[in-house]
């Protein structure tokens, strides 16, 4: 069974720049055919989707951090990446990764999320 890591997370000021990384375990085939997800839940509020890459590297990303934030994917490495630049207060939240399977919806493979990581943006 493949899982994943987040990691990667940190405090950061406004306008400042951050990589975060999901590492999977188990098969690097398994990984590689798989569309994953990343996610955020800022406190108090839903988990919500902020970008998914598909098993070719087709994205799409929500509308609040298009043209701030690149998700990419090493299929070697089993890790997909979420880069993150021109950061603000409102990216506030811990991030995490899933496997999805389509992502136009963003609806996650597996109801069960890792430890997630923490961004925190300064104003």
């Known amino acids: 069974q493949v899982q994943l890591v987040e990691s990667g997370g940190g405090l950061v000021q406004s306008g400042g720049s951050l990589r975060l990384s999901c590492a999977a375990s188990?098969?690097?085939?398994?990984?590689?055919?798989?569309?994953v997800g990343w996610y955020r839940q800022a406190p108090g509020k839903q988990r919500e989707p902020v970008a998914g890459?598909?098993?070719?590297?087709?994205?799409k990303y929500v509308d609040s951090v298009k043209g701030r934030f690149t998700i990419s994917r090493d299929n070697a490495k089993k890790t997909v990446y979420l880069q993150m630049h021109s950061l603000e207060p409102e990216d506030t939240a811990v991030y995490y990764c899933?496997?999805?399977?389509?992502?136009?919806?963003?609806?996650?493979?597996?109801?069960?999320w890792g430890q997630g990581t923490q961004v925190t943006v300064s104003s």
């Open positions: 899933n496997f999805v399977g389509d992502i136009g919806t963003m609806i996650p493979l597996v109801n069960a």
């Open positions: 188990g098969s690097t085939f398994t990984f590689s055919i798989k569309s």
């Open positions: 890459i598909t098993s070719l590297s087709s994205t």
